[in-house]
């Protein structure tokens, strides 16, 4: 009798008979993370995500989920998470209903492509106001005279926070343009909603002149408390619209 409850009482409090115990279960999945961690580490290139920044203080920001992590395998092992995947998932439908009417150029390949860059394409940007509801509108028209066979320009509004060239200010956004072999140029605009209805908003290709003409409208009436008049990134190329 003594035999048997000296046995009882060198199991893992809570384990059952026969089983591996609740400290070795819990040391299993600390090791299983820590595995997963290491190969992060090595595979996972943090310069090139988006969301990931660090702070004054030497810690580490998930800029999409607005997270504190202390190390780098901290902030790995929250991307893997359903916290940050399903912000992911919001954030690529959000993007996908705000642009509805992207070229089906879109669609090419994402690989990386290696084409010798041209320099910056010349451009014309419009201010002007719609007389009947007093929207103020944006025509930007991008020449893309050396453009490679069969592709078309591409664009995408990028927030403040995405891009890497400028110190970020909420009171603006950006509009990227890319088309190879040209460099990206994107332009600051005021942060304000853009209005999606077809007839404010839209895009064209000149496949004969080698232009790429958008247009857009901010939403509601013009207060003139801010100017609208956009202006090129500098220094560097930001971000290029992706390609699907």
């Known amino acids: 009798a003594t035999s048997n409850k000296m046995s009882y009482m060198d199991r893992d409090w ?15 999945k600390v090791d ?18 988006p969301y990931f920044m660090k702070n004054h203080l030497g810690s580490y920001e998930c800029k999409l989920c607005l997270t504190l992590h202390n190390n780098e395998g901290n902030y790995l092992a929250h991307t893997q998470g359903k916290r940050h995947q399903q912000n992911l998932a919001r ?47 944006l ?22 926070y995405e891009q890497r060239v ?9 509009l990227l343009f890319a088309a190879e072999p040209y460099e990206t140029i994107g332009f600051k605009i005021p942060n304000q909603e853009i209005d999606k209805n077809p ?21 509601g009436a013009d207060s003139g408390r801010r100017s609208h008049a956009p202006s090129l990134m500098q220094p560097g190329a930001p971000q290029a619209p992706p390609s699907s």
């Open 14 to 28: 809570g384990a059952k008979a026969g089983g591996g115990g609740v400290a070795s279960d819990i040391q299993q």
């Open 32 to 49: 299983r993370r820590e595995r997963l961690r290491q190969l992060a580490l090595q595979t996972v290139d943090l310069q090139k995500d």
């Open 91 to 137: 954030r690529a439908a959000k993007e996908a209903r705000d642009n509805p009417t992207l070229p089906q150029a879109n669609k090419r390949s994402i690989k990386p492509r290696k084409t010798v860059k041209i320099g910056k394409p010349g451009y014309r940007v419009t201010k002007q106001m719609d007389p009947e509801t007093s929207q103020r509108s």
């Open 139 to 160: 025509l930007f028209e991008i020449d893309y005279p050396e453009i490679e066979d069969t592709l078309q320009p591409r664009h995408r509004f990028m927030s403040a």
């Open 166 to 174: 400028e110190a970020p200010e909420k009171e603006w956004q950006y």
């Open 199 to 219: 007839t404010k908003f839209f895009t064209s290709w000149d496949g004969e002149n080698k232009v790429f003409t958008l247009q857009l409208y901010f939403k």
